[in-house]
C-alpha cells in the first residue's frame, strides 16, 4: 500500500481517534484537571505504541509526564526530534461556545474543541504520519518524540528534562506543528517566535475598602492609580516607555522589512474579520511588523473593586493587572522582566504601594531558512499545496524552541498547518480537518526529503 493509500482508507478513524483525545480535558494551569491531564498523556503515548515506536515511555517530572516513543531505523540516517504538546489552555469562558470545549464537534469542515489546533490536532498529524509511514515501511529518518504536558503553563520542567538528557535527546533537527500559516491557499513557514515576559501587579492604597463619598478624592484610589501607570507604559506613539526596554532589540534590516512587505496581508479583511475599525499599535512599522519582529507590553486581565450587580459605592483597597511583555531577538526575558519590575515601583506615586511578580518566561527563537531542514519543510509543503510556502515571523512563544538551541545545539523547523481564525486560546477554537489531513499528507514528505 503506498502512503496515500494507507492515509485514505484511515482517514475517518485517524479523525475519531483525535476526537477522543479532544474529550480530554487536559488544562494544565487547573490543579482541578490533574487526573485528565494524566490520561491525555497516556492516551497519546499509548497511540505511538501502537504505530510502532520503541521505548514509549511517561519521562516523569516534577510535574506533568513527558510522552517520549523512538524509531531509529538506520543510524547512518539523520535523526527528527518531534516536539508536542498535549495540554490545553482553560476554556473560560465557556458560556461563548457553540458546542462544549471539550466536546469535540464538527461544522463546515472544521473540529471544534479546545485544543483541536493548540495543540493536540497538530501534534496527532505526526502520531499519525508515523503510523502511515511504519505501516507502508517508509520511515526515511529516524524519528525522536517528545510530547509535552506543560507547554501552556511554561515548560519549566521540560526545560530540566532537556536539560538532564542531551544524549537521549541527540538528533539532528527539531520539527514542530504548533504554529500557523497565512491560508489553506498561502502556505507559510514561520521563522521566528517571540520570547514573554509575564508579570502581577498588585497597588495598595488604604488598608481597607472605604466609603467613596466619605474619602473619594482625598485618598488614592488603586484602580485609577494603576489605570495612570498602565497608560504611561506606552508613548503617544504606542512605544513602550520603561528605560532600557529596546536597549538590546534587533533591528531588521531594510531589505528584510522590503522582503515582509510582500507577505499576503489584507487589512481590510484583518479588520473587518476582528470588527475594529481600525488597527492600533507602534508608529511607523505594519501590523506584520508590529506582531512579528517589534516587542510590545498588553494588559491580559485587570481587577479589583465592585464587580458585582448594581452600584456599591467604594473606593478600593487594592487593584491587579496581569501584564505580558512579547519579546524579540536579543531581549532577554529575565532582564526584561527586571526592568519592568523596576520601572513600575519608581512610577508608584508615595499615595500607594506597589508589588511586583514575575511569573513565566521565555526568549525568542528565530529559525534559519538556508538550512537543509527548513529546505525539507520547504520541499514537503510545496509537494501537497502545490505552491511554495512563504517564509514569515509568528508572533506567538514557545519557550522551549530557545532551549533546543542553546542546550541541544539543534535548529528549529515550525512546519504548523493552524490559521490565525482557528482562535487559539479564544472560545470556539477550531482546527479544519482539511489541515489536519493535510498535515498528516506533507510530514512524511519532510521525512523524505531531509533524509536525501
Ligand atoms: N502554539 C502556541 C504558540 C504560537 C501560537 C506560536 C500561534 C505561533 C503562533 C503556544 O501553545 C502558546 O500558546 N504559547 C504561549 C506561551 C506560553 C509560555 C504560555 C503564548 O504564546 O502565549
Ligand atoms: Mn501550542
Ligand atoms: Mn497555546
Known amino acids: 500500500m503506498t502512503q496515500k493509500e494507507y492515509i485514505n482508507s484511515n482517514q475517518e478513524r485517524f479523525l475519531n481517534e483525535l476526537l477522543d483525545w479532544l474529550r480530554i480535558p487536559s488544562i494544565s494551569a487547573d490543579p482541578a484537571y490533574k487526573n485528565d491531564v494524566h490520561k491525555a498523556a497516556e492516551f497519546v503515548a499509548e497511540k505511538l505504541r501502537i504505530a510502532g515506536a520503541d521505548n514509549v515511555s511517561l519521562e516523569q517530572t516534577a510535574g506533568y ?41 464538527i461544522r463546515d469542515g472544521n473540529i471544534y474543541a479546545r485544543g483541536a489546533c493548540d495543540d493536540k490536532g497538530q501534534a496527532f498529524m505526526h502520531v499519525k504520519a508515523f503510523e502511515t509511514m511504519m505501516a507502508t515501511d517508509t520511515l526515511a529518518c529516524n524519528v525522536k518524540f517528545m510530547i509535552e504536558g506543560e507547554e501552556e503553563v511554561g515548560s519549566t520542567n521540560l526545560g530540566i528534562y532537556v536539560g538532564a538528557n542531551k544524549e537521549k535527546l541527540a538528533a539532528d533537527v527539531v520539527l514542530i506543528s504548533d504554529t500557523g500559516m497565512i491560508a489553506n491557499n498561502i502556505p507559510s513557514i514561520d521563522t521566528g517566535l517571540r520570547g514573554l515576559s509575564y508579570v502581577e501587579v498588585e497597588v495598595t492604597g488604604p488598608n481597607i475598602d472605604l466609603h ?94 465592585y464587580i458585582g450587580e448594581g452600584a456599591k459605592t ?25 526592568l519592568f519590575k523596576n520601572h513600575f515601583e519608581s512610577i508608584a506615586p508615595k499615595s500607594v504601594k506597589v508589588k511586583v511578580s514575575l511569573h513565566h518566561g521565555g526568549e525568542a527563537a528565530v529559525t534559519p531558512t538556508d538550512s537543509k531542514a527548513y529546505r525539507a519543510a520547504s520541499k514537503a509543503m510545496e509537494a501537497t499545496f502545490g505552491k511554495k510556502p512563504i517564509p514569515t515571523r509568528g508572533g506567538g512563544s ?26 487559539i486560546h479564544s472560545p470556539n477554537e477550531k482546527y479544519g480537518i482539511f489541515n489536519f489531513n493535510k498535515g498528516i499528507e506533507t510530514i512524511p514528505y519532510f521525512f523524505k526529503y531531509f533524509a536525501e
Open 398 to 423: 514557545i519557550p522551549i524552541v530557545a532551549l533546543f538551541e542553546e542546550v541541544l545545539g539543534l535548529k528549529t523547523v515550525l512546519m504548523g498547518f493552524g490559521l490565525d481564525s482557528d482562535a
Open 65 to 105: 509526564p513527558i510522552v517520549y516513543g523512538e524509531k531509529m531505523v538506520d543510524p547512518s540516517k539523520p535523526t527528527v526530534l518531534v516536539y508536542g504538546h498535549y495540554d490545553v489552555q482553560p476554556s473560560v469562558p465557556d458560556e461563548l461556545w457553540i458546542t462544549p470545549a471539550f466536546e469535540p464537534s
Open 212 to 305: 467613596s463619598g466619605t474619602y473619594g478624592g482625598a485618598v488614592a484610589n488603586p484602580i485609577n492609580v494603576l489605570c495612570d501607570m498602565i497608560s504611561s507604559l506606552h508613548d503617544e506613539n504606542r512605544h513602550i516607555t520603561i528605560p532600557g526596554f529596546y536597549d538590546n532589540v534587533e533591528e531588521v534590516s531594510p531589505e528584510d522589512r522590503a522582503e515582509m512587505a510582500k507577505t499576503p496581508f489584507s487589512l481590510d479583511e484583518y479588520k473587518s474579520e476582528l470588527d475594529v475599525n481600525d488597527v492600533m499599535g507602534e508608529a511607523g512599522y505594519s501590523t506584520i511588523e508590529r506582531t512579528g519582529i517589534r516587542p510590545t507590553l498588553d494588559v491580559n486581565g485587570i481587577w479589583g473593586g
Open 314 to 338: 467604594v473606593l478600593p483597597s487594592k487593584a491587579y493587572a496581569k501584564i505580558s511583555m512579547r519579546l524579540v531577538p536579543n531581549q532577554k526575558s529575565q532582564d526584561i522582566s527586571d
